[in-house]
């Protein structure tokens, strides 16, 4: 059992958890971490239990390579080696071990007393995440489904609008991903997993259109939950990030222009139609009032044909990103 303080931020894709761990980010007591995937991707429950010196030397040097160049750059693991061989001083350690002690030597590392990993898909994983790490605090971001279906869309442009090292294969891996079926359900079961958590006193739910129209409040809320105080540059975080708008890494502020953004363009009826169709019962849990439609649109038709198609593409494209392919599918397709 873990005795590290720990904050996990967790949510579906494109609903503020990048934006969360600027936020907390800018605290001088919390360090956060670049997307690691370690969960669901690294370590699965299938994994044997205790590693071999070799095997927990590779996992560290892995660990400390994304942190380093992140998940698009995985190539130089061995270069973070020789570090791994002199922190790791135990044997017969298990994947979340290592895991833990990496968390400890990049926040020491970053003269901070607190960690905060901002993997979205971890909240697939919360059973497991709070059982290893019972002081935890999670964050769980839950945002309009229909604004997560227009940043989907459009994140394969990511690389052009200021994200310029992202690889022309994650482009089109995100243009594939699309389809706002599969987008809808995903967001559905990361809802459904939210709902689930919703009376533990250690998981907090941010509405993602909250946080950006009531920040301060917000965050001071958060810093309360949290146990930390409140500090004004928390406030003060650069505009980027978006996919349908360039970067604004000098505009230090929190933009509530986000909001309800799929109002102003760029979706189709159908896409709208869908999104709503298959998310109706979270979107109603959460508060997201529905736009009403007399006829459902001929559009869907086109949808409908080419969602398997997608799907197929889709499973291929992210086949490598999945540890236990059955557990993946499973957690965000068969959920009751």
Request: glycine residues 4%.
């Amino acid at each position: 059992m873990s005795k590290l303080k720990q904050i996990f931020i967790v949510g579906s894709s494109r609903s503020g958890t990048t934006m969360m761990g600027r936020i907390l980010g800018n605290h001088s007591a919390i360090h956060t971490f670049k997307e690691l995937h370690f969960f669901g991707t690294i370590w699965t429950n299938s994994v044997k239990i205790t590693l071999t010196k070799k095997e927990q030397i590779n996992l560290l040097s892995h660990l400390f390579c994304i942190e380093k160049n992140g998940l698009f750059n995985q190539n130089k693991i061995a270069q973070f080696n020789a570090k791994s061989s002199k922190i790791i001083n135990r044997k017969n350690l298990n994947h979340l071990e290592i895991y833990e002690l990496f968390l400890k030597e990049i926040t020491t590392e970053n003269s901070a007393t607190i960690s905060c990993e901002q993997t979205p898909k971890n909240m697939y994983y919360l059973n497991e995440i709070l059982d290893f790490f019972p002081d935890a605090k999670v964050i769980n971001m839950v945002r309009d489904q229909r604004d997560v279906l227009l940043s989907q869309k459009n994140k394969w442009k990511r690389k052009f609008l200021g994200a310029s090292k992202i690889p022309l294969s994650e482009v089109v891996r995100a243009y594939i991903n699309y389809h706002p079926i599969l987008t809808a359900k995903v967001w559905s079961s990361s809802l459904f997993y939210t709902s689930k958590h919703s009376d533990n006193q250690k998981v907090k739910i941010i509405k993602f259109e909250e946080l950006l129209s009531k920040s301060e409040s917000s965050i001071k809320g958060i810093c309360d939950f949290l146990e930390i105080d409140f500090q004004e540059k928390m406030l003060k975080i650069p505009v980027v990030g978006s996919s349908t708008e360039n970067d604004l890494e000098e505009n230090l502020e929190i933009d509530n222009s986000k909001i309800e953004k799929w109002k102003k363009g760029g979706l189709s009826n159908a896409e709208i139609y869908l999104s709503q169709k298959i998310s109706n019962k979270m979107m109603n849990k959460f508060g997201y009032k529905m736009k009403k439609f007399s006829f459902p649109p001929i559009g869907i038709i086109f949808y409908i044909i080419t969602f398997p198609i997608k799907l197929v593409l889709s499973f291929l494209l992210n086949i490598n990103r999945m540890g236990n392919i059955f557990e993946v599918v499973k957690k965000r397709f068969f959920v009751k």
